[in-house]
């Protein structure tokens, strides 16, 4: 079926936390293979792979030394094969992570770019003089600091967007861009429907490499407009989409952060032949202090009212031309019933009401391991993390730019780290959650033993069986894939509802954000002959809706037909 993609759900894997099959504390593709009809049972139809190819990990697989190899800590080729054909023969589709923005520093065409100026690499990486005997400009990294480094032995700076270990590829030279096409076929080739872009949207450059203007005297790196959408962005994309994705029946999304609506349209209007769909950063970055030096680390309250803005802008602006990506998880997102809802006393209604919120809306939904179970954040100390965003962060702003206090600092990674969510996937309660008998890499959860599959398909309303639900009904109900969208109670700061409609039909989707008891009141004329309660994760919600005494975290769907 054509657009297959559109009434599908996406369930993302991070293969080094999900399941352990060889204990030696690191998960594998064999374990994915194992778990597959967990999958199946959830009802989820496509399967994202966070990057399994071979790798140092400065960055846990998006800094690949061998496109075209799988890590050996994950297993073997053949190893992928295996689980791309029993995931097929399940129904269930397999999408890879194309990290191309940049690749590890141990890959072959790095470590020959950085021996000479005129080694036949040297132009597969974006090379620069010093400028006054400094870095070519203010271009900060994602990862702290300069965004540049130095290597002695040709006296010239490479340009990294993330780590010093993942140079950023110089996507105008076109011996670059066939490489890119080569790497894909061949895994396309081989049974895999489709992929998911790292920084699609960062590959790219402005090729004058102005600097920032410098808007705070105490800061010397910048990250902003220069480093997305460059100039050439859809030229490239669209040249990817004639070459390659064209050819095959498959599923695209890109990550892109730093895009406007009107962007995303660029990448997904069907009529421009690039990708299906994106990842809008937008909604994510609503609890973060704009334009702080230190980054996403400057919390701020999340309002509301913004996030129904900002969901709605999408929402009816992408309209017929595009296709959203709908999440509020993965692995560089914290759990979200930790950082926006009630983790302890309401946690089970809130991770349905969070789902509901999402799943009802237009777009591809996609679920992160773990999520479907309710899983919250972890609160380590420092020397418990591994991931390099917090290590570096913690060493630039904390220790040496003294820009954050410690405190604060620790505080910001137990709601916004991103190994929150790269804990060991919680399968039952024995040692280490049944993920491995080994020691894991990271530290397990503290609340698996409270927290896991084990006990969710035990229970008949548990967070999984709703899942588990909604995702069927998505499969049952046009209107939940193809109807429009309608913000209502536009102006409440506890209550998001909105309406779908799609032919004679309408939903109303009604979501109680707070622990607090809020009445909904329905300020809109709808008409209607018959209505039920499509949903609910309370199991006595009224099946009449103008008034309603909302409880804590409550949400309904009603449907309702002319
Ligand atoms: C986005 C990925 O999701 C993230 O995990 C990674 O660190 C950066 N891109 C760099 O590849």
Redesign the pocket.
């Known amino acids: 079926m054509k657009d297959w993609w559109k009434k599908s759900v996406v369930y993302q894997v991070y293969p080094r936390s999900f399941y352990d099959s060889n204990n030696d504390g690191m998960g594998d593709i064999k374990g994915i293979t194992l778990k597959l009809d967990y999958l199946k049972e959830l009802g989820i139809d496509v399967i994202w792979l966070s990057p399994v190819f071979d790798s140092p990990q400065d ?2 697989g ?2 690949i030394s061998d496109y075209k190899r799988i890590y050996h800590e994950f297993g073997s080729n053949e190893d992928m094969y295996e689980l791309i054909e029993e995931a097929h023969k399940r129904d269930i589709k397999i999408l890879m992570d194309l ?1 191309v ?2 690749t590890s520093d141990e890959h072959k065409w790095f470590v020959e770019s950085k021996k000479s100026k005129d080694n036949p690499y040297r132009d597969y990486y974006i090379w620069k003089d010093p400028k006054d005997g400094k870095e070519p400009n203010n271009y900060g990294s ?1 990862f702290s600091g300069s965004a540049w480094d130095y290597d002695e032995n040709t006296k010239q700076y490479y340009l990294h967007l ?1 780590s010093k270990k ?1 140079p950023d590829l110089n996507w105008e030279n076109e011996k670059v861009r066939d490489e890119v096409w080569d790497l894909m076929k061949f895994w396309m080739d081989k049974g895999v429907d489709g992929w998911r872009l ?2 699609i949207s960062s590959i790219s450059k402005f090729q004058d490499f102005k600097d920032y203007e410098v808007t705070n005297p105490n800061q010397k790196y910048y990250i902003g407009d220069y480093h997305t959408n460059g100039p050439r962005l859809h030229e490239f994309l669209k040249e990817m989409n004639t070459k390659v994705l064209s050819k095959y029946d498959c599923m695209t999304v890109g ?1 892109a952060p730093g895009s406007t609506p009107q962007e995303a349209k660029l990448f997904t209007d069907p009529d421009r032949n690039e990708l299906n769909m994106i990842f809008t950063f937008e909604h994510m970055d609503l609890d973060t202090k704009q334009g702080s030096i230190n980054g996403k680390w400057e919390l701020k309250d999340l309002n509301l009212l913004e996030l129904k803005k900002v969901f709605s802008k999408w929402q009816v602006q992408l309209g017929d031309k595009g296709w959203n990506s709908l999440y509020f998880a ?3 997102q914290p759990r979200i019933v930790s950082r926006w809802g009630n983790d302890t006393v309401y946690r089970k209604e809130c991770a349905k009401m969070f789902a509901t919120l999402l799943h009802m809306q237009k777009g591809t939904p996609y679920v992160y391991q773990g999520e479907e179970i309710g899983m919250v954040n972890c609160k380590f100390d420092i020397k418990d993390y591994n991931d390099l ?1 917090i290590l570096n962060a913690y060493k630039h702003l904390v220790k040496e730019e003294k820009t954050i206090s410690e405190e604060d600092f620790l505080k910001a990674v137990h709601i916004k780290g ?1 190994d929150n969510a790269r804990t060991p996937m919680h399968w039952d309660d024995s040692k280490y959650a049944g993920f491995s008998k080994e020691e894991p890499w990271l530290k397990v959860n503290s609340r698996y033993k409270e927290i896991n599959v084990k006990n969710d398909l035990n229970s008949e309303d548990s967070i999984f069986k709703y899942y588990q639900k909604l995702i069927k009904l998505r499969k049952e109900n046009d209107i939940i894939v193809y109807g429009d969208y309608k913000l209502i109670l536009e102006e409440d700061e506890n209550i998001y509802a909105y309406l779908r409609t799609y032919n004679d039909e309408t939903l109303l989707v009604i979501c109680n954000f707070n622990e607090e008891e809020n009445t909904f009141k329905l300020d809109t004329n709808l008409e209607y002959s018959e209505s039920k309660v499509l949903i609910s994760n309370y199991n006595d919600s009224p099946t009449e809706f103008d008034e309603i005494k909302l409880r804590p975290f409550e949400s309904i769907v009603y449907k309702l037909k002319k």
Do not use: A, I, L, S
């Open positions: 960055d846990n998006y800094d990290v923005n940049h994602y993330f993942q790292d920084v990550e993965n692995h560089d965003e991103r």
